[in-house]
T-cell receptor, first 112, second 115 residues
Framework: DAGVTQSPTHLIKTRGQQVTLRCSPI?????VSWYQQVLGQGPQFIFQ???????GRGNFPDRFSARQFPNYSSELNVNALLLGDSALYLC???????????FGQGTRLTVV | AQSVTQLGSHVSVSEGALVLLRCNYS??????LFWYVQYPNQGLQLLLK??????LVKGINGFEAEFKKSETSFHLTKPSAHMSDAAEYFC?????????????FGAGTILRVKS
């Protein structure tokens, strides 16, 4: 079975631009979470979605938004990019009610 | 809010030596605890988890961890390090959010294995 897949793997954006990151969960997993991992730090929680509904939101500005589709895939959008948004963005999927999360390989975003 | 502290941002061991990576957590409720490993330019892979029951948890690749409530610790060990164990290791605790849950991670420990 395929694991969590994310696209693209790398991208470079300019300050002020907008970016969309994509995630496909493991088959059968209906919950998707997004994390930001800045170099040298542990991942920080951004969002959790389940059945297209937002289940939780971390301490991130409104420039960050996400949505989940009927097939349980998800997109993370970041507007008005700042240099500080440069990070590895990780998507994780899980079964409903499970605390165990399975991560994708991440999208490395560089803002210049 | 729950938190995780990993003592030692870098740990260096010789091949064949004991690996000990330290993790302490703070939680107001019985915790669910995890160890993840991250290889360069990759995502996180689950090594092991503690939910309830036996306090000594065995994971993949010969790793194990012991939950000690009295010490609020969940240290990761491996009896004999292998070169392939060189990676960054993250301890995490599960925390409730509005209608779901999230993982709260420590800052990570980079393990170096010397030949």
């Amino acid at each position: 079975d395929a694991g969590v897949t994310q696209s693209p793997t790398h991208l470079i954006k300019t300050r002020g631009q907008q970016v969309t990151l994509r995630c496909s969960p493991i088959s059968g997993h209906k919950s998707v979470s997004w994390y930001q991992q800045v170099l040298g730090q542990g991942p920080q929680f951004i969002f959790q979605y389940y059945e297209k509904e937002e289940r939780g939101r971390g301490n991130f500005p409104d420039r960050f938004s996400a949505r989940q589709f009927p097939n349980y895939s998800s997109e993370l959008n970041v507007n008005a990019l700042l240099l500080g948004d440069s990070a590895l963005y990780l998507c994780a999927s899980s079964l409903e009610g499970a605390t165990e999360a399975f991560f994708g390989q991440g999208t490395r975003l560089t803002v210049v | 809010a729950q938190s995780v502290t990993q003592l030692g941002s870098h740990v260096s061991v010789s091949e064949g030596a004991l690996v000990l990576l330290r993790c302490n957590y703070s939680s107001s409720v019985p915790p669910y605890l995890f160890w993840y490993v991250q290889y360069p330019n990759q995502g996180l892979q689950l090594l092991l988890k503690y939910t309830t029951g036996a306090t000594l948890v065995k994971g993949i690749n010969g790793f194990e961890a012991e939950f000690k409530k009295s010490e609020t610790s969940f240290h990761l060990t491996k009896p004999s390090a292998h070169m392939s164990d060189a990676a960054e290791y993250f301890c995490a605790v599960s925390e409730k959010v509005e209608y779901g849950n999230k993982l709260v991670f420590g800052a990570g420990t980079i393990l170096r294995v010397k030949s």
